[in-house]
């Protein structure tokens, strides 16, 4: 089992900034990518960044540029730096592992909430 859990969500103004951090804990050992999605109000699930024990990494196109997905220190862990957030980042952000192909395993979110 795969526990995740999310922090570092907030309020702030268009321009503005915002660090989420991701830890992991359980059966750590397994996971081979770790990412970060989101899903705004009345919206489905969608990935923001995801990066792979290999390193790989992919961002959605609406937050390339802005946003950098990177591995911490210890291997549990993963953060989301979001730069020049706009309101149509407003979103609940979710950390999410995989283990094999899939990203089947999720924290409990954090709101990012971007005033105009």
């Known amino acids: 089992q795969v526990e995740l859990a999310e922090s570092g969500g907030g309020l702030v103004q268009t321009g503005g900034s915002l660090r989420l951090s991701c830890t992991a804990s359980g059966s750590i050992s397994s996971i081979n990518a770790m990412g970060w999605y989101r899903r705004a109000p009345g919206k489905q699930r969608e990935r923001v960044a995801t990066?792979?024990?290999?390193?790989?990494?992919n961002y959605a196109d609406s937050v390339k540029g802005r946003f950098t997905i990177y591995r911490g220190n210890a291997k549990n862990m993963v953060y989301l730096q979001m730069n020049s957030l706009k309101p149509d980042d407003t979103a609940v952000y979710y950390c999410a592992a995989a283990r094999g192909a899939i990203f089947g395993h999720w924290g409990q979110g954090t709101q990012v909430t971007v005033s105009s």
């Open positions: 990066i792979t024990n290999a390193g790989n990494i």
